[in-house]
């Protein structure tokens, strides 16, 4: 299992995370999981940044007299310590024992809990039902719901042989959930076709 | 439950009166979803079976009709299919199957609730419809299969003949075809007999086809249990019918009864009528030979004077009487009696069509069915009353088919004719009718309610497909089926003989196959196959 950071803030309904290497920030819209006790709460990964790790101090350009972009790291080793990738995870469900649940778990996530990006097998147990999409889609974050949902479904079905017919069960499923949100329904649709 | 069953949908709203609305699955078609067909509806106690009647197309949000999205994209489009835009059928429930062994033993029972929401909707397996129709047995006549289904449809023809029953449908759309299926079942499964009135010389010996040809009709299918009767030899043997008697009717058989359903036909004023009665009195059964003789002399002005008859009116009678007097089957004197040797073959079991001949016009038809059943039904009740104070055999049930029944039965006549007393009296006097109509809304509404069973091809105009359905709950969901059975070769049946509506495909009748399936078990008689073989030579 690979694991992508350790856990930094914690509330109910998301958790952030920072990243041990500058940009291993797993992708938008993947599943990522950490434990509480007995718990594993999954989360989607959204709003990933990368920032100076003193707040108040701002990186400033640098590459002036520099050839590539990657001089600039190497002349300035220091660099990778003074800066952090981060990102934020919607928790979207748990899983207790052999089951999962599609709703927010009891307790939040724990601080320097260990994050890891589920495997392939895992998110297929994960989206057998549809059920998380309730939580994507009613989200209300920096990063637009609908653009989020259909980057998470995108990502989802990746796991899957056949995409396409995920994706078309999906869409279903959002039909139903968006009925008279057809602007919504519209927004995601175009973002997963095929 | 059954994994080969296709599932249509989920149950989303509905009543007991107005049926239940079902949303299809995505996977589903509309298109595939035709009005009349069976399905089942998997409630959380029983099973419930009902019949399509209404199709439907519905958007969960009504932007999608205005703006619809973009369905050229096969995504997008397989999405919205089924969630967003969505196919409903209504059904009308009609019997439900229970669950436990008692309701199987039972069997279907009319429906008396809806299944629960968001019950499973499948189309009707064979196994379904054969539950609910039966099968072929002794009592049970194969007429058709429900559409699209290869089971079969039975009448349980024992019930079926216990009323009166209509065949309706406009022309052409195969009343005909059915009425000799028909026939042809309870001549086999029914202990009644059949007295037909063969207008169009179809149902005795053989019958033209709109496809080209002609095609068997009783007598050569059941030579042994059927007679012809015939009112014009010449056309009976030109047509090389193998008659059994050529009926003639005496002057003296006409009563003043007979006349007055000729009233329209015949153009008689009132005061004709009147004068029919006048002359009767005057001349008891010999009236009509006495009339038409009369001489304008004046002793028959002193005649007229005398019974109180206006000259207009003996002029407008005269007119009408000599429509008759060139009907060459009635003669002053007719040596043998029709009604006789009809009740004759009738007791032993033989069914009897009368053929009209070139006599097409409604005016011998009206007179000759009329004449003869009012004086047929007359020994019926006498024998049937005699049955029961004596203590001895009634007389086997007789059907009395007749065609064009609105000129029997319409509001003005239909209580003075022997066909309405006995389409109200039911089976009394074990007489009941089968009338063939294609106005059914000529027809006495009291009649039609009486009818036990109908049978309806493709009808068109909105007062007969009222008439027909008149009383029926669900009336206004089978109207939609009605309307759109195909113009021929298929009918909604509904009534005492089927456990619930149903529309099918009629029988297929004209073909060899058909004439050996319909003849199966009697075993066409070896000298009827032999006298085939011949026919080949000839
Ligand atoms: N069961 C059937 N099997 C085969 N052909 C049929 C059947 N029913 C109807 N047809 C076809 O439809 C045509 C019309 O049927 P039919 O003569 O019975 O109509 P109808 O209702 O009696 O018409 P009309 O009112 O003019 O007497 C037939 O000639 C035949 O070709
Ligand atoms: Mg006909």
């Known amino acids: 299992m690979q694991r992508v950071g350790e ?13 041990y290497e500058l940009y291993q920030l797993p992708p938008l819209g993947s599943l990522a999981k950490t434990r509480e006790g007995e718990l594993e709460l999954y989360g989607v990964v959204y709003n990933a940044t990368t920032s100076s790790l003193e ?17 600039i790291y190497r002349s300035s080793p220091q660099l990778l310590k003074l800066l952090k990738s981060e990102f934020g995870a919607l928790v979207v469900g748990h899983k207790q024992g052999d089951r999962t649940f599609h709703y927010l778990p009891p307790r939040p996530a724990r601080i320097h809990g260990f994050v890891y990006l589920c495997p392939a097998e895992e998110v297929r147990s994960f989206s057998s039902s549809f059920g998380f999409l309730n939580i994507l889609t009613g989200s209300n974050l920096s990063v637009p719901a609908e653009e989020l949902t259909a980057a998470c479904l995108r990502y989802i079905s990746q796991a899957y042989e056949d995409r396409r017919r995920f994706l078309v069960a999906a869409g279903r499923e959002l039909a139903s959930l968006l009925s008279g949100q057809l602007n919504r329904l519209q927004a995601i649709l175009e973002r997963i076709k095929q | 439950m059954n994994q080969e069953r296709q599932r249509l949908g989920l149950v989303i709203r509905g009543s007991l009166n107005k ?35 209404d199709v439907s197309l519905g958007v969960s949000d009504p932007r999608l009709a205005t ?99 209509g065949i309706f449908g406009k022309s052409g759309t195969g009343k005909t075809f059915l009425t000799r299926l028909l026939l042809i079942g309870m001549l086999q499964k029914s202990a009644a007999v059949n007295l037909v009135f063969d207008m169009h010389s179809e149902y005795g010996w053989a019958g033209g086809s709109e496809r080209g040809g002609k095609v068997k009709a009783l007598k050569q299918l059941f030579p042994a249990k059927v007679a012809v009767f015939a009112l014009d030899e010449e056309s009976s043997r030109r047509r090389q019918v193998s008659t059994d008697f050529i009926v003639r009717i005496g002057y003296d058989e006409i009563a003043p009864e007979d006349m007055v359903l000729l009233r329209q036909t015949l153009n008689l004023t009132e005061a004709a009528t009147e004068a029919i009665y006048q002359l009767y009195r005057r001349f008891g059964w010999d009236w009509l030979r006495q009339t038409l003789e009369l001489k304008d002399a004046d002793e028959t002005r002193a005649l007229l004077d005398e019974l109180h008859i206006h000259e207009a009116t003996y002029q407008n009678l005269r007119r009408g009487l000599g429509t008759l007097r060139r009907l060459a089957f009635l003669v002053p004197k007719a040596g043998d009696n029709a009604v006789k040797r009809i009740l004759e073959y009738l007791d032993r079991g033989t069914n009897v069509v009368l053929e009209f001949g070139r006599y097409t016009d409604i005016t011998a038809y009206i007179l000759v069915a009329n004449l003869l059943s009012r004086r047929i039904y007359a020994q019926y009740r006498e024998r049937t009353e005699r049955a029961l104070g004596e203590d001895t055999a009634p007389p086997h049930p007789l059907v009395i088919t007749i065609e064009e029944a609105h000129k029997f039965l319409n509001p003005e006549v239909a209580g003075q004719t022997i066909f309405g007393t006995i389409a109200r009296e039911m089976r009394k006097y074990n007489v009941t009718l089968l009338v063939i109509d294609q106005r059914p809304s000529g027809i006495d509404d009291e009649v039609m309610s009486q009818l036990g069973t109908k049978i309806t091809c493709q009808l068109d105009n909105e007062r007969d497909i009222d008439s027909v359905l008149a009383g029926l709950p669900g009336k206004s969901e089978l109207k939609q089926v009605l309307a759109k059975l195909e113009s021929r070769q298929q009918a ?18 004209g073909s060899a ?11 066409l008689s070896q000298k009827q196959a032999e006298k085939d073989i011949e026919e080949l030579w000839e």
Not at chain 1, 7 to 19: D, H, K, L, Y
Not at chain 2, 130 to 138: I, N, P, R, T, Y
Not at chain 2, 513 to 523: C, F, I, R
Request: proline content about 6%.
């Open chain 1, 7 to 19: 856990v930094i803030e914690a509330s109910t309904t998301e958790f952030t995370a920072q990243c």
């Open chain 1, 55 to 71: 707040p108040g101090r701002r990186p400033i350009a640098r590459g002036k007299d520099e050839v590539s972009e990657d001089e």
């Open chain 2, 19 to 53: 049926g239940i609305e079902v949303r299809l699955d995505g996977s589903a078609s509309v298109e595939d979803m035709a009005v009349g067909r069976y399905v089942t509806i998997e409630g959380q106690k029983r099973r419930f079976f009902g019949l399509v009647t």
């Open chain 2, 67 to 165: 703006a619809p999205p973009d369905v050229s994209d096969p995504f997008i489009s397989e999405v919205l299919k089924g969630t967003s835009a969505y196919g409903t059928v209504h059904i009308l429930p009609q019997l439900t199957i229970g669950g436990d062994v008692t309701s199987l033993l039972e069997g279907p029972q009319p429906v008396k609730t809806v299944p629960g929401h968001f019950s499973s909707v499948y189309l009707a397996s064979q196994e379904d419809v054969e539950l609910v129709f039966g099968q072929e047995d002794k009592e049970r006549f194969w007429v058709g299969n429900p559409l699209d289904m290869e089971t079969k449809v039975c009448l349980n023809l024992v019930e079926l003949v216990k009323r009166s029953n």
């Open chain 2, 492 to 509: 909604l049946i509904f009534g005492h003989a089927v456990p619930m509506p149903v529309v099918v495909r009629t029988r297929e009748y």
């Open chain 2, 513 to 523: 196959d058909s004439y050996k399936s319909l003849t199966a078990g009697e075993g």
